[in-house]
C-alpha cells in the first residue's frame, strides 16, 4: 500500500514527472539558445544559465502596479504552470505513460491551450497599456493557429482509430510512423506548436519593438520566472507530444528489436526530441516577425485549409 | 542657380523693395529680405526656381535686433536673411507653403522667443506661444535660452 | 472602437535614444502621433560660443554618438573658409576616407536596427558583427571607434603608414564580401520584405515638402546628395554614384543605404589608392576674422548644415547646427497616421533617427 503511494508519488514527482520535466525545460532552454547563439555568429550561454535566470527571477521582488487585482495576477501563472504539468502526465515519455486512457489526446490538447488563455488574462488585469495591447494580440493569434494544430494532432487520431496517446504510439510501431503518412499534418502541427510557443515567427504578442513585453510587462519576480517556466515546460510537452503522434514515440523501426530495450527507447525518444527542439531552433532564427494580420492570413487562408484538407483525406482513407 | 534670375524675379514680386545678392564662403548666396515680404518671395523662390527644400532657420542674437537665416537648398546654397525687431519679434509661419519649416520654426520660438503668426500648433499655451517641444517643462516662460539679454533673475523662494 | 494612447518613449525597447512619440490606437490602427524633443538636448549650440574655436571641435564630435567625424568636418571646413586656409589634399583625402568608413558603419548599424525591430534577430546579429570590422578599422587609424577625434581645423590629427593602409585594404576586401551578402538578404529574405515594403511609404511630394533629406529622399527618387552636388573635402577627385530606388518604402530605403555602403566601399579603395604622400595639416591662427559662414556635407543621414558666425574673437558668436534628423522627424508625423500599431517600429527605423543629433 505505501509502496503503491510511494511509486506513484516518484512518477508524479521524480521520473517522469515534475524533476524530470523541470530539467529537460532548462536543458531543452539551454540547447535551444545555444543553438540560436551559434547560427547567429554568437557564443551562446553556459549549460548552467537556464537554471541561474530561474533561482535569479525566483529571489527577485515582484512589483505590480496599483491597479492590478492581485490575487488574480498571482494565480494566473501558477494555475498555467499547472496546466502544462498535467498535461505532461498523459503524455508518454519514451514508451512510458504516468497515466493513460481513452481520450487523453483532448485532455492534453485543452490543457496545453489553457495557457494562452491566462497569457491573454495576464494581459488585461495587469492593466498597463502594453500588457492590454499584447493581450488581445495573444487572444487574435490563439484564434490563427489553434483550429490549425487540433485539426493536425486530431488527423492521427482518426487514422488510428484511438483518441489515446498511447494507442496511437503503439499504432505507428506495427504500421508506419504517422509522418510517413501525414507529412502535411505533421508540418501543420509543427507550424500550430511554433505559435502556442510564441517564437520567432509568431511572438507577435510579446514582440519588444512594440508592445515591450506583451502581456508580461507589468509582471516580475517569482510571477514572471513562473510564466518563463510555464513556456519551457510547454516546450518540453509540445516537442514530446509531436514525437508521439507523429515520430512514432521511441520506436527505432528495425533497431528496436536490439538488446537493452529500455534503454534503446530512450536513447531513441530523446534523439527524436531533440531532432524537433532544433528544428524549433533552426525555424526562429531564419525569419522576421509577422505582423498579426499577416498572422491572421496565414492562419485562416493557408494553414487551416490545408488542415482540413488532411482531415478530408484521413477520413476518406478511413473509410474505405 | 542663377542669381541674376532670382533677383529679377525677387524684384518683380515685391516691387517696393530692391533685392540684392551677397556671397559667403562657401559658395553662399544671401539676399536680405524685409519681414513683410518673406511669404511673397518664398512663394515666388518656390514656384519659379527649384528650390529643392528648406535646410533650417539660423536663428542668432546681434545684440541689437534679431536676425533670421533662411537656408534653402537648389543644386546651391541660397540664404534669406530676415532681421527683426528685438522687442516686437515677429515673423509669418512658413508651415502653409514649407510643412517641414515646422520643427525650426518651433526651435526658433523656444531658444528666441520669436513669435510665429499662423503656425498650426502656436498659441497651445499661453506663456511660450508653443508647447514645450525642446526645452524642459518647467523651463520659466519668458526666458528664450539663445537671447543675449536676459531679464535679472527673480529671487527664488 | 476605444481609443488608447500608447507611449512610444522616452524609454521603450524600441529606441536607442530618448525621444517620445505618444501615439493616438483605435486597436491595432495608429490614428495620430504627438512628438516631444529634447530628452538629450546638451545646449551644444549655446555651449559651442563659450568654448574657442580649438575646444568646440572637440564638443561638435559630440553632437552625434554615430556620424560624429561629419560634424567635425563640417565645422572645420566652415572654420577654415573664415580663415581662407587651404588644407593639404592628404588630409581631405584622410578626412574623406574618414567619413566613408562612417557611412559604412552607420548604414550597418541601421540595417541592424531594422532587423531588431523587425524581430529578425539574425540579421540584427550579422550586421552588427560586420560592423565591428570597419570600427576595428577606424579604431587602428584614428585609436578611437566612436569618437575619433581626426580632424583638427587645417586638417588632420592622422598620418597612416603603409602598413596601416595595406591592413585597411584587406579588412575592406573581408567586408565587402559580408555587404554583398547582407544586399542579398535585403533584397530576396521573403519575410524580411513582407514587413517592410509598402510599409511607411513616402512620395516624392511629401517629402519635398518636408525638407527631408539623405537615403530618405533618395529612395523616393530625388537624386540629391551633396557629395556630388557641392564636393567638399575630396570629393570631386573620386567618382561614385548616388544610388536612389523609386519604392519610397522602407525596403527601399534599406536598398539605397545597403548600396550605398557598397558604393562608400569603392570610394574607400580610390581614396586608399590616390593617398600621395605630403603635409596633414596647415597651422591655423587662434582667431578667426569676422564674418560668417555656411558649411554643409553629406552624413549619413542626409545634409548637415552648419552656420557659422564669428566676431573676429577666439570664440564663435553664433554655430548653428542642423541635422537630417529633424526634417525626418517631421516627416515622421505624417507617416504615422493611418497605419497598424506592428509598422511603427518599422516606419521609425526607416527614416533613421539619431535623437542626439535632432536635440543637440
Keep these: ?320 | 542657380m542663377d542669381t541674376q534670375a532670382i533677383l529679377d524675379a525677387l524684384n518683380d514680386a515685391c516691387p517696393d523693395h530692391t533685392f540684392d545678392a551677397q556671397a559667403i564662403p562657401i559658395d553662399e548666396t544671401v539676399i536680405e529680405v524685409p519681414v513683410i515680404c518673406l511669404k511673397r518671395v518664398v512663394a515666388c523662390l518656390g514656384s519659379g526656381f527649384s528650390i529643392s527644400h528648406l535646410s533650417t532657420i539660423t536663428g542668432q542674437d546681434t545684440g541689437t535686433e534679431l536676425e533670421l537665416l533662411y537656408h534653402f537648398w537648389s543644386k546651391g546654397g541660397l540664404t534669406l536673411r530676415v532681421v527683426l525687431p528685438y522687442d516686437d519679434a515677429r515673423i509669418d509661419s512658413l508651415t502653409a507653403v514649407i510643412p517641414g519649416a515646422d520643427f525650426y520654426e518651433r526651435e526658433l520660438a523656444e531658444m528666441l522667443g520669436v513669435r510665429l503668426e499662423g503656425h498650426p500648433r502656436s498659441g497651445l499655451t499661453e506663456a511660450e506661444g508653443f508647447e514645450h517641444f525642446l526645452l524642459p517643462e518647467d523651463w520659466r516662460p519668458g526666458r528664450p535660452p539663445l537671447r543675449k539679454k536676459q531679464p535679472p533673475k527673480e529671487n527664488e523662494s | 472602437m476605444t481609443r488608447v494612447t500608447i507611449p512610444i518613449g522616452p524609454q521603450h525597447p524600441l529606441l536607442k535614444e530618448p525621444l517620445s512619440f505618444m501615439l493616438t490606437a483605435e486597436g491595432e490602427r495608429v490614428v495620430d502621433s504627438v512628438l516631444r524633443l529634447g530628452y538629450v538636448h546638451r545646449g551644444i549650440e549655446r555651449l559651442a560660443e563659450e568654448r574657442s574655436w580649438v575646444q568646440n571641435v572637440h564638443l561638435l564630435e559630440r553632437v552625434c554618438g554615430i556620424c560624429s567625424h561629419i560634424h567635425t568636418t563640417t565645422y572645420c571646413q566652415g572654420v577654415e573658409a573664415l580663415l581662407e586656409l587651404e588644407v593639404p589634399p592628404r588630409a581631405q583625402m584622410i578626412r574623406t576616407l574618414m567619413c566613408e568608413l562612417e557611412r559604412i558603419h552607420s548604414h550597418l548599424l541601421w540595417l541592424g536596427v531594422l532587423a531588431e525591430n523587425v524581430g529578425f534577430t539574425t540579421i540584427f546579429m550579422y550586421s552588427w558583427r560586420d560592423r565591428e570590422m570597419v570600427l576595428d578599422i577606424m579604431e587602428d587609424l584614428s585609436g578611437g571607434r566612436i569618437a575619433h577625434a581626426v580632424n583638427i581645423i587645417g586638417g588632420v590629427r592622422i598620418d597612416p603608414d603603409a602598413e596601416q593602409l595595406d591592413s585597411i585594404r584587406r579588412g575592406l576586401d573581408k567586408l565587402q564580401q559580408q555587404v554583398d551578402t547582407l544586399l542579398d538578404v535585403v533584397q530576396h529574405e521573403r519575410s524580411l520584405r513582407v514587413r517592410t515594403q509598402h510599409v511607411g511609404r513616402t512620395t516624392k511630394e511629401l517629402v519635398r515638402r518636408h525638407c527631408v533629406v539623405g537615403p530618405v529622399a533618395r529612395a523616393v527618387g530625388i537624386d540629391e546628395d551633396i557629395r556630388r552636388d557641392a564636393p567638399y573635402a575630396a570629393y570631386d577627385r573620386l567618382s561614385f554614384k548616388v544610388i536612389t530606388e523609386s519604392g519610397g518604402d522602407v525596403w527601399a530605403t534599406a536598398l539605397v543605404r545597403v548600396r550605398e555602403t557598397s558604393e562608400s566601399l569603392s570610394l574607400c579603395h580610390q581614396i586608399l589608392d590616390q593617398l600621395d604622400p605630403g603635409d596633414v595639416a596647415t597651422r591655423a591662427g587662434r582667431r578667426v576674422p569676422a564674418g560668417e559662414v555656411v558649411s554643409r556635407a553629406e552624413a549619413p543621414r542626409g545634409e548637415v548644415i552648419y552656420y557659422i558666425r564669428s566676431a573676429g574673437t577666439d570664440k564663435p558668436a553664433r554655430l548653428k547646427i542642423r541635422t537630417p534628423t529633424l526634417p525626418a522627424l517631421s516627416l515622421l508625423g505624417e507617416q504615422l497616421r493611418d497605419i497598424k500599431l506592428a509598422d511603427v517600429p518599422v516606419v521609425l527605423s526607416g527614416v533613421d533617427l539619431c535623437i542626439a543629433c535632432a536635440d543637440r
Excluded at chain 1, 8 to 17: A, D
Excluded at chain 1, 229 to 243: A, E, P, R, S, Y
Aim: neutral net charge.
Design chain 1, 1 to 320: 500500500m505505501l509502496s503503491d503511494i510511494l511509486y506513484v508519488l516518484i512518477r508524479l514527482l521524480v521520473l517522469p514527472g515534475f524533476t524530470f520535466l523541470l530539467a529537460c525545460a532548462l536543458l531543452f532552454q539551454w540547447i535551444d539558445r545555444r543553438t540560436i547563439a551559434r547560427l547567429q555568429a554568437r557564443v551562446g550561454p553556459p549549460w548552467y544559465q537556464p537554471l541561474a535566470d530561474l533561482v535569479k527571477l525566483l529571489t527577485k521582488e515582484s512589483i505590480l502596479p496599483a491597479e492590478a487585482d492581485l490575487p488574480i495576477c498571482t494565480a494566473l501563472p501558477l494555475v498555467s504552470l499547472a496546466a502544462v504539468l498535467t498535461a505532461a502526465v498523459y503524455v508518454p515519455v519514451g514508451g512510458h505513460t504516468t497515466y493513460s486512457f481513452e481520450g487523453d489526446l483532448i485532455v492534453v490538447l485543452f490543457l496545453l491551450s489553457l495557457p494562452a488563455l491566462f497569457y491573454f488574462l495576464a494581459g488585461w488585469v495587469s492593466v498597463g497599456v502594453y500588457s492590454v495591447v499584447g493581450g488581445s494580440r495573444s487572444l487574435l493569434q490563439y484564434f490563427s493557429y489553434e483550429v490549425p494544430f487540433l485539426m493536425a494532432l486530431s488527423a492521427p487520431a482518426i487514422l488510428t482509430g484511438s483518441w489515446s496517446i498511447s494507442r496511437i504510439v503503439g499504432q505507428q510501431a506495427t504500421a508506419t510512423w504517422t509522418v510517413f503518412v501525414q507529412p502535411l499534418g505533421f508540418l501543420l502541427a509543427l507550424v500550430g506548436l511554433i505559435g502556442k510557443l510564441k517564437r520567432v515567427p509568431f511572438d507577435i504578442p510579446k514582440a519588444k519593438s512594440e508592445v515591450v513585453g506583451g502581456p508580461l510587462t507589468e509582471f516580475s519576480g517569482r510571477k514572471l520566472a513562473l510564466w518563463h517556466l510555464t513556456v519551457d515546460i510547454q516546450t518540453v510537452v509540445g516537442v514530446f507530444l509531436l514525437v508521439n503522434m507523429f515520430l512514432g514515440g521511441s520506436d527505432l523501426g528495425p533497431l528496436s528489436s536490439l538488446p537493452l530495450a529500455g534503454l534503446m527507447d530512450a536513447l531513441g525518444f530523446g534523439l527524436k526530441a531533440l531532432v524537433m527542439l532544433l528544428t524549433l531552433s533552426v525555424t526562429s532564427v531564419l525569419y522576421a516577425r509577422l505582423r498579426i494580420d499577416q498572422l491572421a492570413d496565414l492562419g485562416w487562408r493557408v494553414l487551416a485549409p490545408l488542415g482540413m484538407l488532411q482531415l478530408a483525406v484521413t477520413m476518406l482513407i478511413g473509410a474505405v
